[in-house]
């Protein structure tokens, strides 16, 4: 049985499931390797966590190191973090390391140097476009470092066409859910909402809430039910859905907002909808090599979609017709509302796209199929 460790910069399961990573390694699990996630779990407490668990056949094995003091002493932390994680993977003596995102690449590379392991890139963003929003100096580091260390990569998974072609290929692997999972019979009781409905489910930025607010408010008969909480990392959140749930009424728009729920209530939520508004979630330079699941699964779930002219996401708008691509929302919202069959035959292609291109359970034939070929030998570096 072949050994996998995978590499991760926070922690697999608390306080949230990182689905994309649990995903990918549960179906390795099926497929007849022994998974371990080595992460680093910087958000949890040194005392009560339990450093070692399993789910699922999936093992996980975690590290602790503060992170925190000013810049300096930060990037220390991480430097220390980083090689716990390091001496950690070259005693599990891996035959396979995977390293997800291009924090953890590096430890990747190094621990396979000891046990000539087979190294795995899988870039769930462009994170050196993503650092240079932040501080250009820092982008233009992690980009020169992601060119040096790509060299030693044996496999690219990434999460875009676009992306893929910015890494200089690799293997494209959808973050989606499996039909059968969105084909479960589920309760649609519409939130207590009337009328058609439209949905933003996400991260909720004051901006662009201010923009679907003032667009529901100028479309007769509309709902609006808005799911989820602040950004990663943020606080704020009751004062600001109060501050927005003013606005709602101010603007006229009957908005419901649910605050954030758990990911086993995600399929009523789109139950409920039948117009998905697919947010920008990401700086603007980030948003043409991102294809947000939000996307992926409305079109699991039927409902037609309003996204932004970017790239990734409009390229598979237009090609399968399951939506409409612009960043007049009023327009977009008007059109759809009034004609249900539009909405029907649009989320319609959208779901037949879904079952034969992006749903998981054909991301996990391309996952295994890169595996295979990477320990066969079939993959060039």
């Known amino acids: 049985m072949t050994k996998v460790a995978m590499i ?3 922690d697999l399961l608390e306080p949230n499931e990182d689905n994309r990573v649990y995903r990918e390694a549960l179906t390795l699990v099926k497929a007849g390797y022994e998974i371990t996630v080595f992460c680093w779990a910087r958000r949890m407490d040194k005392y009560e966590t339990k450093w070692e668990v399993e789910k699922d ?66 870039s769930h963003e462009d994170w050196p476009t993503l650092e240079i929003v932040q501080n250009w100096f820092i982008g233009k580091y992690y980009q020169r470092k992601q060119t040096k260390l790509l060299k030693d990569v044996d496999a690219v998974l990434t999460v875009s066409d676009e992306l893929a072609l910015r890494l200089g290929g690799g293997t494209v692997l959808y973050n989606s859910e499996p039909v059968e999972v969105v084909e479960r019979p589920v309760e649609n009781h519409k939130f207590d909402m009337d009328g058609v409905i439209a949905g933003y ?11 679907i607010l003032d667009a529901a408010s100028k479309v ?15 606080s704020g959140y009751n004062q600001m859905i109060s501050e927005l749930e003013e606005m709602a009424i101010e603007k006229g728009a009957n908005a419901k907002f649910t605050g954030p729920l758990p990911y086993s209530m995600m399929n009523e939520c789109y139950a409920a909808c039948d117009i998905l ?34 790239e990734a996401r409009k390229k598979i708008v ?41 749903s998981w359970d054909i991301q996990e034939e391309k996952l295994i199929r890169v595996y295979n070929d990477l320990l066969e030998g079939g993959t060039d570096s």
């Open 57 to 122: 056949g999936i093992k996980v094995v975690r590290i602790f190191e503060e992170l925190k003091g000013g810049f300096f002493s930060k990037v220390r932390g991480f430097r220390r973090a980083m090689k716990q994680l390091q001496l950690k993977v070259e005693e599990y003596d891996a035959g396979v390391i995977h390293a997800h995102d291009l924090e953890t690449l590096e430890t990747a590379v190094n621990a396979a140097k000891k046990n000539d392991a087979k190294v795995i890139f899988d």
């Open 220 to 234: 007769n008969a509309l709902s609006l039910l808005i799911v989820g909480g602040p950004p990663k990392g943020r």
């Open 277 to 310: 508004i697919v947010g920008h979630y990401v700086d603007e330079s980030l948003r043409d090599f991102a294809v947000p699941k939000k996307l992926l699964d409305a079109m699991a779930y039927k409902i037609p979609v309003i996204v932004g002219p970017y």
């Open 8 to 10: 991760l910069g926070h």
């Open 201 to 211: 489910i996400g991260g909720l930025r004051k901006p662009i809430l201010e923009e």
């Open 318 to 358: 237009e090609r399968y017709d399951c939506g409409i691509v612009s960043d007049d929302w009023t327009e977009t919202l008007t059109t759809l509302s009034n004609d249900k069959k539009m909405r029907k035959e649009m989320g319609e292609n959208g779901f037949k796209a879904f079952k034969m291109n992006y």
